[in-house]
């Protein structure tokens, strides 16, 4: 029998099970507080929090938190491309040239060498990761050393359109296509969305997600009494010591964001990573993503569009996924996100067709359109050791259960 031939159910004693693992991480201090919610059909079927917003002071939790979602921003950039490119505004296949001059005289650096290139960066190489663009916490990466000798990550003084350009002053890593690197393309990704609307990105995201989904507290600043709201931020420094994973326990340090990921700033703005959201805000975006309706039922990509944007576009010479050293068993890249293409390599347990992304900070979200099943983790922790978006998932996904089974 086909997956998809099965009618499951969700056992609620087995869905407990999550509880129990979260509550045991944040009673041993690896998170000051986490909060999940599971969905099936698209509807709640488990949504809690534990801990504290603050485990020092013991602060209590704000009814609804705000969170620094960092590289859960890329899959909403995404989206809204995919919905220009529906509209014909812009194109998979156009050179990145052609919405960024700047990008039109690239070289690439090999063996501490310039060369001219002999492929195009695509719009794409930017979706999927292969524009030749690299991250300064890569290690073993020529172009990435370039990056944090001049602390780029750190440069949110910086308008996206000053950013791109100092970024396209830097070479490529890698010929466009050849390979599959995390990277600034969605950084890169998001000027474009600029350029094509000739908006600011916050006014273009207001406009094509946050306000036909309703996301009334999702954005790249929080102002007056809403920062009361958002939770302090713990472990490592910066997103450069974010992928350097070790065996040893998380340890609640406080971080100070105020430079790198500003609260109210007139300028900052990436496609990347910066922006801040809820909970609820982020499940009415994860609709979009099963069948391009928003919760109200607008249409914000057509079926065939969703069909496309989930298929596997690495081809199988560039895989395994590897981020800092790490592989992503079973995954390939989707025009969003990742996407689970065979559950034999997989680390945690999930089903064929899984698809989503994370952020620095250890937020998560899974989303299974097959068994119509879903879920989000929010916490505030950069750099865990401990992946507890992937526990959460195996935990909810053990409690899936044939309908007419035991």
Known sequence: MQQSDLRLTVNNDRLERIRRQV????????FSSVEWVVTHNQQIVERDRYGFADVYKESQLPDEPIYRIYSMTKPVISIAALRLIETGDLMLAAPVATYLPEFGALQLLSDGKLRPLTQRMTVEHLLTH?????????PGCEV?????????????????????????????????????????STDVLARILEVVCDKPLAEVLNEQ????????????RIDGD???????????????????????????DRVDTSITHPLDSAVFARGGHG????????????????????????TLLSAPMVDMMWRDRIPESQQ?????GEAMGGYGWTLFGRVMTDTGQAAFLTQNGEGGWSGAAATYFWIDRVNNFGGLVMTQYMGSTIPVGEIVRACAYQSLLAANGP
Request: overall charge negative.
């Open 23 to 30: 509550t045991r991480l944040v009673d041993q201090q690896q």
């Open 130 to 138: 292969r524009a030749g663009i690299s991250y300064d916490f890569l």
């Open 144 to 184: 990435a050393a370039l990056y944090r000798e001049d602390n780029l990550l750190a440069r949110a003084d910086l308008s996206l359109a000053d950013f791109i350009r100092q970024l396209a002053s830097y070479p490529l890593a890698f010929e466009p296509g050849t390979q599959w690197r995390y990277s600034y």
């Open 209 to 220: 997600i946050f306000d036909p989904c309703g996301m009334l507290e999702t954005g790249f």
């Open 226 to 252: 809403k920062q009361k709201r958002l939770l302090p931020l713990f472990g490592k420094e910066s997103l450069l010591g974010a992928r350097d994973t070790n065996a040893g326990p998380n340890i609640l």
């Open 275 to 298: 922006l801040y959201s809820t909970t609820s805000d982020y499940l009415r975006f994860m609709h979009v993503l099963y069948d391009g309706l928003s919760p109200d039922g607008e």
């Open 320 to 324: 395994p996924l590897v981020i800092s």
